[in-house]
């Protein structure tokens, strides 16, 4: 089994169209599988229990709303690769600032 770091050297040697159709799958994974866990943990601490249920009932509206092409659902799976763009435009602005 491949290690994790082994992984991640091969991932940083990509360059290209490969490189951001990785970053792209990546991203929605975590979009699809960490993020409504997130929100469950973040809002069962906050805001009480889901009306729904527990967090496969979550997970399972969650998917159903991606389905119906919510626009919401639709902006927290993309979340995580707007943030990696958003962490690419920050980093060009600090390196040319004049």
């Known amino acids: 089994m491949v290690s994790l ?4 050297r091969r991932f ?11 970053t792209l799958l990546l991203c929605l994974a975590i979009g699809l599988l960490v993020m409504p866990w997130l929100i469950f943990a973040v809002g069962s601490s906050t805001l009480g229990a889901y009306a729904g249920g ?12 991606l389905l119906h092409g919510s626009l919401a659902f639709w902006l927290v ?9 958003l962490w690419r435009a920050l980093r060009w602005g600090w390196q040319h600032r004049k």
């Open 5 to 8: 770091m082994q992984s991640w």
């Open 12 to 22: 940083r040697r990509t360059r290209g169209a490969r490189r951001e159709i990785l």
């Open 54 to 65: 527990g967090p496969f009932t979550l997970w399972r509206d969650y998917l159903l709303g």
């Open 77 to 85: 799976a993309l979340g995580p690769y707007a943030a990696v763009w």
